[in-house]
């Protein structure tokens, strides 16, 4: 149950993030359902298009790439995706010893930090339509580099 209930808390900002961004209340809507079908099945794939609809609904709204509620929906998204992936597995009424959670724990972490290195990267690259091979291979240089060094920690 506890698993479940940090699905619910991890939608939460992605919720508000899509709502304060919004004109309307369908995205609130639309992530209050998935969320509700994610938490009552979390090995289906209603996690997916949960990730899927916020990742999309961020990418085609208004302002700066790089804005706070990208950055702050960029480690929800991936919390419900832990989240509902170990939901998936661990039965309802287990209890959950907080040492279970060490390892999950620390690849979220190694992951999000490897995501705000790229991103603050990426803040430097110059955008528009001459942008340059140079910069976007540096970029995936960056990301392969970064990758690396966290499979090796």
């Known amino acids: 149950m506890l698993m479940r209930l940090a699905i619910v808390l991890a939608a939460l900002p992605v919720a508000l993030v899509l709502h304060l961004e919004s004109s309307s209340i369908a995205p609130l809507l639309i992530v209050s359902a998935l ?19 916020a990742a999309l609904a961020m990418a085609f ?6 804005r706070l509620g990208v950055l702050v929906m960029i480690p929800a ?3 419900i995706h832990v989240t509902s992936a170990l939901a998936a597995v661990v039965p ?17 972490a ?21 942008i340059g091979l140079v910069e976007v ?5 960056l990301t392969v580099v970064i990758g690396v060094v966290a499979l090796r920690i």
Do not use: N, W
Request: aromatic share 8%.
């Open 61 to 66: 709204a208004d302002g700066h790439p790089l």
């Open 110 to 130: 190694i992951v999000q930090v490897i995501t705000f290195v790229v991103t603050a990267f990426a803040a430097f690259v110059p955008s528009g339509a001459g």
């Open 137 to 141: 291979l540096g970029l995936g240089a």
């Open 92 to 108: 309802v009424k287990t209890k959950i010893e907080p040492a279970a959670l060490k390892a999950p724990a620390r690849r979220f």
């Open 77 to 79: 998204l991936h919390l």
């Open 35 to 53: 969320t509700v079908l994610t938490a009552l099945m979390p090995g289906s794939a209603c996690a997916a298009l949960l990730i899927g609809y």
